[in-house]
């Protein structure tokens, strides 16, 4: 018998069924998608529809938001449909940065649900192919993130948007939002990520995110410099798709209009440089849509849209301090973007306040969590262990059924990989290597119990010797989206883009 949400908690409790642990990933969701937008009779909403389309390993969602606000800066209704949320799902499909009000998004969402689900079990379906060509699984009603897209292009229709800044979900090239006609295309900084689907290189997986490339449509991309060989593999796809293609990179929009400003991406690159690329990717997206000059000076305006740009859970500093820490959140989950995310934080915690520690000083924890190859994303906190007292290992009382499960014997292999990371980088040096004695001093440990409160969590990272001195922690938290939706959400700070 289908339930049919009468409140926007009900909508919640459904959501958790269908984001369950074990629910099957298609490997095709493309041809699904399309298949489900004709039983929906969503070709109207796609036709209707105009896209900014972003692909990318890092930065795709900074970049969507920040291309979202100037848009909006520029007077567009603006759709922006990005994921995962962090702690509401009404994050996901926003109008002009705000979400849509609970009963509101409750009544769109019950009808679609009805809708759909009569759509799905309107006539059988088969196995999809697995890249290798084998049988993969059978396509799942309860597929959430096709879902939320498909319900995104309704709502968006309904609510007589302008423009759709719409993320890519996994991939690009056969990625569920890949049915929709782009006006103009862009992808982020490459990673390796999500490799099972995409491939093992990046040449490879930068196939996958430029099947995004539409013919005509311009394409403009970060410049890659992690894996430079990636652009000769997104200039082919421009080149056969006849898609006027443009690298945006540091010679973009060094000067602004205003002659007055000397350095126009300072506020910015606060937020780390990785930042300024996203953003300069977002100038360019948001004025190709608009037809303008994407070549010309940045202006006084569009600076002042994407100081306004800081997405929840990227390089975000939270303030005040909690209970004697001082709290910085970043979901990085790759290689690159954990290298991006620990230059970040450590960049800011050098910075003094009014009550932080002398330069130099272990004054600093991360507290870390992820479901990826720990070993691999630790090793980017190597460079900073000098600053580091401690590393926490973490789990959080969450519930959330999209959120991880987190065992204590998965904290214990997280903490066995970053023994294997001091081993492997003292082995052979003398006791009094610079590098030997940095690791030496940080103290790493495993928090068995989930944390449930802010208490606990500000216990977890508080670093007892500048606590006993008056000083503050300054604590990142940092492996996984799912850490930052928990913590955002045990802090009360309900991410809610907001001019700032």
Not at 1 to 22: K, W
Not at 127 to 144: H, I
Not at 171 to 197: F, W
Not at 243 to 252: E, H, K, Q, Y
Request: one cysteine or more; aromatic letters at 8%.
């Amino acid at each position: 018998m289908r339930r049919t949400p009468c409140s926007f908690a009900v909508v919640n409790e459904i959501i958790n069924d269908m984001t369950r642990p074990g629910t099957t990933r298609s490997y095709n969701n493309l041809s699904i998608t399309a298949e489900m937008v004709n039983r929906l009779g969503l070709r109207k909403e796609l036709e209707q529809l105009r896209f900014v389309h972003v692909a990318g390993t890092k930065g795709k969602g900074s970049t969507c938001f920040a291309t979202a606000q100037l848009l909006r800066r520029a007077g567009l209704r603006v759709g922006l449909f990005t994921s995962p949320h962090l702690v509401d799902v009404r994050e996901r499909c926003t109008v002009n940065l705000e979400k849509i009000e609970e009963t509101r998004f409750t009544n769109y969402f019950t009808t679609f649900k009805e809708e759909h689900d009569a759509a799905f079990d309107a006539a059988p379906w088969q196995a999809d192919l697995k890249p290798d060509g084998t049988p993969g699984s059978v396509p799942q009603k309860s597929a959430f993130f096709r879902f939320m897209f498909l319900l995104s292009l309704r709502i968006f229709a309904a609510e007589a948007v302008d423009v759709v800044v719409c993320e890519v979900g996994i991939g690009g090239r056969i990625d569920a939002t890949n049915v929709i006609q782009s006006s103009v295309c862009g992808i982020t900084a490459l990673g390796m990520d999500h490799m099972e689907l995409l491939g093992d290189t990046p040449s490879k997986i930068a196939a996958e995110k430029a099947g995004i490339i539409k013919p005509g449509i311009p394409i403009f991309t970060a410049a890659q410099r992690d894996h430079p060989e990636t652009l000769d593999v997104i200039r082919e796809h421009a080149e056969k798709a006849k898609a006027p293609f443009a690298i945006v990179d540091d010679t973009w929009f060094r000067e602004c209009t205003d002659g007055e400003v000397a350095d126009p991406w300072a506020t910015v690159r606060a937020r780390g440089e990785h930042m300024v690329e996203n953003s300069k990717l977002a100038v360019a997206l948001s004025r190709a849509f608009r037809g303008a000059d994407v070549r010309g000076p940045v202006t006084p305006e569009e600076l002042e849209a994407l100081a306004a740009s800081a997405y929840p859970g990227r390089s975000q500093t939270i303030d005040p301090p909690v209970d004697g820490v001082r709290f910085y959140f970043d979901g990085a989950h790759t290689p690159e973007s954990m290298r991006a995310a620990a230059r970040w934080f450590f960049e800011q915690a050098a910075a003094p306040t009014q009550s932080s520690s002398s330069p130099g000083k272990r004054d600093t924890t991360v507290l870390f969590f992820s479901s990826r190859d720990a070993h691999e994303l630790l090793q980017a906190l190597v460079p900073h262990a000098h600053r580091i007292a401690r590393l926490v290992f973490v789990r959080f009382d969450h519930d959330s059924k999209a959120l991880p499960r987190i065992t204590t014997e998965k904290q214990h292999e997280m903490l066995k990989a970053w023994q294997q990371i001091v081993e492997e980088h003292t082995a052979g040096r003398a006791a009094d290597d610079a590098t030997a004695l940095a690791l030496a001093g940080v103290d790493a440990s495993v928090v068995e119990t989930p944390l449930a409160d802010r208490k606990m969590l500000a216990d977890a990272a508080r670093v007892p010797a500048l606590a006993g001195a008056g000083e503050e922690t300054k604590a990142l938290l940092t492996g996984s989206l799912y850490l930052i939706g928990a913590a955002t959400d045990m802090l009360g700070r309900t991410p809610a883009p907001t001019e700032a």
